[in-house]
Each structure stands twice: as structure tokens, then as C-alpha cells.
């Protein structure tokens, strides 16, 4: 558009010249060699302007085009990545603060340390308290099975609210008996993780009689 008006303004001016009583044959040539040499440069111009409109029609264009594929990949890998932590269960690991537990005046003791060591959090269901004795045969009978359910297993860890165990937490446990008799001390774990699996945990410590 601005390269219109400069044109009809250019050719007014010619007009002018040659309306002007001083201007003869001769120079009245040159002033329309001189205008026609500008209207080229104009149209020349306007010819560069067009083409660099198109080209950054077209770069935006490009640039649109990326954006939507990059926010689709990153979606994609959203879904993906959702996808891969429902996929995973949780783990379980039961240790022991004594490993054999020893006795102290005709008493065990020892803590039961309890983590959730792959990232999922748990609501743990049931856990079962096992004694285990050795016969003279050298085979192991249970002496003593008790059972708490997830109310009760809230009350026997620390830093537990209620019965869910959050993801990488370590929680733990006291116990202690009077009997001499038993061997070995079982405890076992259940439950369900945030993904639907069900998730059991096994630890397993030997009790040393001092004399």
C-alpha cells in the first residue's frame, strides 16, 4: 500500500515538472527517466517485501506445526509415564534390630523395622505374629500364631495414622516375650497397594537362649 502512494505521488510530481513554465523538452526527459527509475526500485521493493511476507508466513506456520507435535509428544509421555507408575507394586521389606535376638533375663526383645522400599504406598491388612519351636527331631512346630488386623496394626507401628504405609517410609515395631522354649520368631504382612496388587512380606529372626 505504501508502495502505491509513494508511485501516484511520484507520477504527480512528474506531472508538476512538466506543467512547470521553466522546463523544457530535455529535462522533462530526464525527470521521466528519473521517475520511471524509482517506480522500478519501488516495484522491486515491494516484489522483496511480498516475498518475505510469505516466507514468514510460512516460518509461522513451521513453528505452529512443531508446537503441536511437541505438546503431543509431551502428552504422550504423560500418559506414559501414568501408564508405567500404575504398573508398579509396591515392596515390602521386614528386618529385624537383632538378628539372632539374644536373650536378657529370661526375655526377648527386639524392634521389627518395616519398609516400603519401590515407591508405592500400601494399606497393610493383616499381619501374623508367628513362634516357632524345634522338636528333638530337629522339624519346627508352631507354639504361638496371633493375628491384627489394620486397626490394631495402626496402634503397633510408630508414625503410622492409619493403616496405609506412604511410599519409601520405614516404620517400627517393639516386641518382647518371657519364653525360653521358642526358636524362631516369624512375621508376616499383607496388603494392597495404591495400583490394586496385593503385596505380602515375610522376615524371619532366630532367638538365642544366654544361660
Given at each position: 500500500?505504501?508502495?502505491?502512494?509513494?508511485?501516484?505521488?511520484?507520477?504527480?510530481?512528474?506531472?508538476?515538472?512538466?506543467?512547470?513554465?521553466?522546463?523544457?523538452?530535455?529535462?522533462?526527459?530526464?525527470?521521466?527517466?528519473?521517475?520511471?527509475?524509482?517506480?522500478e526500485?519501488?516495484?522491486?521493493?515491494?516484489?522483496?517485501?511480498?516475498?518475505?511476507?510469505?516466507?514468514?508466513?510460512s516460518?509461522?506456520?513451521?513453528?505452529?506445526s512443531?508446537?503441536?507435535?511437541?505438546?503431543?509428544?509431551?502428552?504422550?509421555?504423560?500418559?506414559?509415564?501414568?501408564?508405567?507408575?500404575?504398573?508398579?507394586?509396591?515392596?515390602?521389606?521386614?528386618?529385624?534390630?537383632?538378628?539372632?535376638?539374644?536373650?536378657?533375663?529370661?526375655?526377648?526383645?527386639?524392634?521389627?523395622?518395616?519398609?516400603?522400599?519401590?515407591?508405592?504406598?500400601?494399606?497393610?491388612?493383616?499381619?501374623?505374629y508367628?513362634?516357632?519351636?524345634?522338636?528333638?527331631?530337629?522339624?519346627?512346630?508352631?507354639?504361638?500364631?496371633?493375628?491384627?488386623?489394620?486397626?490394631?496394626?495402626?496402634?503397633?507401628?510408630?508414625?503410622?495414622?492409619?493403616?496405609?504405609?506412604?511410599?519409601?517410609?520405614?516404620?517400627?515395631?517393639?516386641?518382647?516375650?518371657?519364653?525360653?522354649?521358642?526358636?524362631?520368631?516369624?512375621?508376616?504382612?499383607?496388603?494392597?497397594?495404591?495400583?490394586?496388587?496385593?503385596?505380602?512380606?515375610?522376615?524371619?529372626?532366630?532367638?538365642?537362649?544366654?544361660?
Open positions: 500500500m505504501k508502495a502505491k502512494i509513494v508511485i501516484i505521488l511520484l507520477i504527480t510530481l512528474l506531472t508538476c515538472l512538466m506543467l512547470l513554465p521553466g522546463c523544457t523538452s530535455k529535462e522533462e526527459l530526464e525527470c521521466n527517466a528519473l521517475v520511471e527509475e524509482q517506480i526500485q519501488i516495484g522491486s521493493l515491494e516484489i522483496q517485501v511480498n516475498d518475505l511476507q510469505n516466507q514468514a508466513s516460518l509461522n506456520s513451521t513453528l505452529e512443531k508446537e503441536v507435535y511437541i505438546e503431543e509428544l509431551l502428552k504422550q509421555q504423560q500418559k506414559q509415564e501414568e501408564q508405567e507408575q500404575k504398573s508398579e507394586t509396591a515392596k515390602l521389606e521386614i528386618s529385624f534390630s537383632l538378628n539372632p535376638i539374644t536373650s536378657r533375663e529370661e526375655r526377648y526383645c527386639w524392634r521389627v523395622i518395616l519398609t516400603e522400599v519401590n515407591g508405592v504406598g500400601v494399606k497393610l491388612d493383616e499381619l501374623i508367628t513362634l516357632l519351636k524345634c522338636e528333638s527331631t530337629g522339624s519346627y512346630f508352631i507354639s504361638s500364631n496371633k493375628i491384627y488386623d489394620s486397626s490394631e496394626i495402626k496402634n503397633m507401628f510408630s508414625s503410622l495414622n492409619s493403616s496405609y504405609l506412604l511410599p519409601y517410609t520405614r516404620v517400627y515395631s517393639n516386641f518382647c516375650i518371657s519364653s525360653i522354649a521358642d526358636h524362631i520368631v516369624v512375621i508376616t504382612i499383607t496388603g494392597t497397594d495404591e495400583n490394586d496388587n496385593k503385596i505380602e512380606a515375610l522376615g524371619e529372626a532366630d532367638l538365642l537362649y544366654q544361660w
